[in-house]
């Protein structure tokens, strides 16, 4: 009887020392589980309900937890950042001359982007998103009149 609550005692701990060793929820379904089977082995001498006990309640924490891991995962989506629309109406400076036609880079909110214009932009000047094509940014140049958000 001991025997069976030590192995599952060990089994607890060995699977909550791979979970806190990675950054998914890769075991703790399973030290659940072992938690639930070392309860059992309090009644039960036999190591195959054990098992079974182990088996059945690490499955049902598994497909209880994972649709509603996904369901929270996809709620809390991280801002888009990669081809940046979250830059459009904001005002960076040239870091390469810009070229109709031909891409330049630009400097916006500290990150530098490559850019296009319709016309020539040299550098050091000041410039305004106007849209975003995949990781490129279309810019135009800004003037004293201009006002950004």
């Known amino acids: 009887m001991w025997f069976d609550t030590i192995l599952w005692l060990a089994a607890i701990v060995a699977f909550i020392a791979v979970e806190t060793a990675t950054t998914a ?7 659940i589980g072992a938690a639930a089977a070392m309860l059992t082995s309090f ?16 499955a049902i924490a598994l497909a ?3 649709p509603t ?32 036609g031909l891409p330049g880079r630009v400097r916006v909110d500290g990150l530098d982007w490559q850019a296009r214009a ?7 000047a000041r410039i305004c ?3 975003v094509d995949g990781a490129v940014l279309l810019v135009v140049p ?3 009149s201009t006002s950004v958000e």
Do not use: C, Y
């Open 69 to 100: 891991l996904v369901r929270h995962r996809q709620v809390h989506k991280p801002p888009v950042t990669n081809g940046s629309p979250l830059t459009i109406g904001k005002q960076g400076t040239v870091l390469a001359a810009i070229e109709p």
């Open 129 to 131: 998103v106007a849209d």
């Open 64 to 66: 209880v937890m994972v």
């Open 142 to 144: 800004v003037h004293e």
């Open 25 to 31: 929820l890769v075991s703790v379904w399973f030290a």
């Open 118 to 124: 319709e016309t020539a932009i040299p550098q050091g």
């Open 43 to 58: 009644f039960t001498p036999s190591l195959g309900i054990q098992a079974a006990v182990f088996a059945v309640v690490s």
